[in-house]
């Protein structure tokens, strides 16, 4: 199982951008598709990104065109490039790592903010 630390959250003005990161431990990271999700207050927990083992990526509806996951399997690393920023965006953000056979992790979560 890997371990998972994200940051790269905070506040940001609507229309602005923020890179989350999400740092994995450990020499599997390559095999571990990975996924980004957010929570806002009230609300369950729901997928924003993944990008498989192999790159292949799928996104919410909400943020096609605004946001992109991506991975650098050297640093292994997780990134989530978010622009045009919206107030509705604003939620806890979770970092993902999923491979079959082994139990997923989780990472502990980086606060975004998007001020209207």
């Known amino acids: 199982q890997v371990q998972l630390v994200e940051s790269g959250g905070g506040l940001v003005q609507a229309g602005g951008s923020l890179r989350l990161s999400c740092a994995a431990s450990?020499?599997?990271?390559?095999?571990?598709?990975m996924g980004w999700y957010r929570q806002a207050p009230g609300n369950q927990r729901e997928l924003v990104a993944t990008?498989?083992?192999?790159?292949?990526?799928n996104y919410a509806d909400s943020v096609k065109g605004r946001f992109t996951i991506s991975r650098d399997y050297a640093k292994n690393i997780a990134y989530l490039q978010m622009n045009s920023l919206k107030p509705e965006d604003t939620a806890v953000y979770y970092c993902?790592?999923?491979?079959?056979?082994?139990?997923?992790?989780w990472g502990q979560g980086t606060q975004v903010t998007v001020s209207s």
């Open positions: 993902n790592a999923k491979r079959p056979w082994f139990p997923e992790s």
């Open positions: 450990g020499s599997t990271f390559r095999y571990h598709a």
């Open positions: 990008i498989s083992s192999s790159g292949d990526t």
